[in-house]
């Protein structure tokens, strides 16, 4: 069954109405599992080029549990939204929702770069793109957006709560041996400790999860 990509949706033109719009979304937004078998998992990634005009937006999916990529899709748009922190899905989804309709091979789970939970309104790019899809998603963030933790093991599969106002929004996870830890966060219909499985799970030799390391040279390559 493809993914049920909306034929309208309003985009902001103004940093009150994208936060207003997540203020509302987030309402929609499912923190218990709500996954079913998974065969296919997709990683999405977004640069820009021509000075942030134009916005290319990859999607690459893969086997599961094998990663095997089988597919994959860029789109290119102009951008249609500036760089604000903490908006930046108002300025990414667009294309990556144009990328996303041309999959012949349906995603069962999907690998943001970015975050989910873990965003100062709880409202992050895999918040955002789940809600839309109504398709479970993870966020998978380098660096941290909001919030402390204690420090990480050194160990694959170390990880501490990443705490904002008193409340979990992810985890610190790390998911190679004394190499960085990236940040995760349930996105839509996906738990914090489901998440934390999928994410190591997808993530081989290299720090970065297979899903978004496909993306993301999809979507850096300017070739």
């Keep these: 069954m ?3 990509i909306p034929s309208s949706i309003y985009w902001p033109n103004t940093v009150e ?4 719009i997540q203020q509302e979304l987030r309402k929609e937004v499912i923190i218990a599992d709500q996954i079913g ?3 296919y998992v997709a990683g999405v990634d977004v640069g820009f080029e021509q000075e942030g005009t134009v916005t290319r937006a990859a999607v690459a999916v893969l086997t599961f549990p094998g990663l095997q990529v089988v597919e994959t899709f860029l789109a ?8 604000v922190p903490g908006l930046l899905s108002f300025r990414e989804i667009p294309a990556l929702l144009e990328a996303l309709s041309n999959l012949k091979t349906t995603p069962d789970l999907i690998l943001c770069d970015g975050h989910g939970t873990a965003h100062p309104r709880r409202m992050g790019i895999a918040c955002h793109l789940g809600v839309l899809l109504d398709c479970p998603t993870i966020g998978v963030g380098k660096s941290l957006l909001v919030g402390r933790h ?5 160990q694959r599969g170390d990880y501490e709560p990443l705490v904002h106002q008193g409340e979990t ?12 830890p990236l940040y995760i966060s349930g996105g839509h219909k996906v738990s914090l400790q489901t ?16 899903t978004t390391r496909a ?3 999809l979507a850096s390559n300017m070739k």
């Design 2 to 4: 493809p993914l049920d």
């Design 17 to 20: 109405e994208a936060l207003a």
């Design 37 to 39: 078998e998974v065969r």
């Design 76 to 83: 290119k748009q102009t951008t249609r939204f500036p760089y």
């Design 150 to 154: 204690a420090k990480v093991g050194l």
């Design 169 to 180: 929004i992810g985890a610190v996870l790390r998911t190679r041996t004394n190499f960085n």
């Design 195 to 210: 998440a934390i499985d999928y994410v190591l799970r997808c993530t081989t030799k290299y720090r970065l999860p297979e």
């Design 215 to 217: 993306a993301h040279n």
